[in-house]
C-alpha cells in the first residue's frame, strides 16, 4: 500500500531548531531548541498590487488587468515556556558567561520548522531571522512563558528534515518564589497576580531591488513591563505621581527596577532595568471583588542574569 501524507500534530511530529548565523542570511545548521516550544505561526505576505487602468477594447476599467507582486514579508511567530536561557542572545544581543546585556546590533539566526509525515516530510528553512520583539509572561500557578516576534529575510522548503536535537533537561522557571522591587531593594508590597516584560528591537528589513531583504537594521530599543497586582498600600501610586498629589516636575524617577524569577531546581534569571518611572497607573474596583492596581513601567536599560 502506497504511504500518502495526512493531516499532522503540532510538536509530535514536527520540531522548532535554531542557530545563530555568523552574517545576515548565512544559512546555519540549527541546533537548539528556544525552550519548550508551544505554538508556532508562520506567515508570507506577498503584497500583490492589482494592475488596471482606462477601459481597453475588451478588457480594463474596474476589472484588473495584471497583477505584480512586491515585498516578500515573512514573519515567523513561536511562543516557549523558558527553561532554557540561550534564547536571550538573540533578543538582547550580548552574552558573557550567563550575563546577557543589550547590544547595538543583535545577532540573525536561521531557523527550522520540521514537519514529518507518511510520504512527503515539509523541512522549512527560515534564513535572516531577527528578534522584532519578545514578551515574557508570568502569572499565579504557571511556568513563565515567552512569545517572540521575529522578521526573517529568505524561506525555502525541502523534503529531508533536519536532525532534532534533545530538549534541556530541567523544569521552566515559574511565578511561584517570583521577586519584584521598584526601585531595587524595595520589595512592592502590593500581591502580584501576573507581570509581562516587553523587549523591542524595531527592526528594519531592507529589499532594494529585491522581493527578498537582503539587510536589516534594528531601531530604538524599547523596554515596558506591566504589573497587575492587589493594592494594599500607596507605595505604587506615591511613585506614580511622585509623592501625595501630582508632582509639578516629574513622576519618581526609580533608579531600579528588579524582577527575579525562580525555578524547581533554584536556578534563578534576574532582570535588573535601569532608570524606570511608572508611565500608566490603573485603579480598579469592583463590587465584592478585591481593588486591582496595575502599572506599566518604561526602562532605560536592561541586563539578564542566570544564576
Known amino acids: 500500500m502506497t504511504a500518502v501524507n495526512r493531516p499532522i500534530t503540532t510538536g509530535v511530529q514536527s520540531f522548532v531548531l535554531w542557530g545563530k548565523e555568523t552574517t545576515y542570511k548565512a544559512v546555519t545548521t540549527p541546533t537548539k531548541h528556544f525552550g519548550l516550544e508551544t505554538n508556532f505561526e508562520p506567515s508570507l505576505n506577498n503584497n500583490m498590487k492589482s494592475n488596471r487602468g482606462f477601459k481597453g477594447s475588451a478588457s480594463g476599467g474596474r476589472k484588473a488587468l495584471k497583477f505584480t507582486s512586491g515585498k516578500a514579508e515573512s514573519t515567523y511567530n513561536i511562543e516557549f515556556e523558558i527553561n532554557d536561557d540561550e534564547f536571550l542572545e538573540l533578543v538582547m544581543g550580548d552574552k558573557t558567561g550567563s550575563v546577557y546585556t543589550e547590544s547595538d546590533f543583535p545577532p540573525s539566526f536561521t531557523l527550522v520548522n520540521a514537519m514529518s509525515n507518511l510520504a512527503i516530510n515539509r523541512n522549512e528553512v527560515y534564513t535572516g531571522c531577527v528578534v522584532n520583539s519578545a514578551t515574557i509572561r508570568g502569572a499565579e500557578g504557571e511556568p513563565v512563558t515567552c512569545n517572540m516576534s521575529i522578521a526573517n529575510a529568505g524561506k525555502s522548503f525541502g523534503s529531508t528534515l533536519a536532525t532534532n536535537t534533545a530538549l534541556t533537561d530541567k523544569a521552566p522557571y515559574t511565578f511561584s518564589e517570583s521577586i519584584f522591587e521598584l526601585p531595587a531593594a524595595t520589595s512592592i508590597n502590593n500581591i502580584i497576580n501576573d507581570f509581562e516584560i516587553t523587549i523591542e528591537n524595531n527592526w528594519t528589513l531592507h529589499y532594494g531591488n529585491s522581493r527578498e531583504a537582503t539587510a536589516a537594521t534594528p531601531g530604538a530599543h524599547s523596554l515596558r ?52 518611572p511608572i508611565d500608566t497607573y490603573n485603579l480598579r474596583g469592583a463590587l465584592n471583588e478585591a481593588v486591582e492596581e496595575s502599572v506599566e513601567i518604561v526602562s532605560s536599560s536592561l541586563t539578564i542574569t542566570k544564576a
Do not use: E, H, M
Not at 494594599?232 to 506615591?238: F, H, I, M, R, S
Not at 498629589?245 to 531600579?256: C, E, G, L
Open 225 to 276: 513591563c506591566r504589573l497587575s497586582t492587589k493594592y494594599v498600600d500607596d507605595g505604587l501610586l506615591n511613585k506614580a505621581l511622585g509623592g501625595s498629589s501630582i508632582a509639578s516636575d516629574t513622576p519618581t524617577q526609580n533608579a531600579s527596577f528588579k524582577i527575579v524569577l525562580t525555578r524547581p531546581d533554584d536556578d534563578t534569571l534576574t532582570f535588573d532595568f535601569a532608570l524606570s
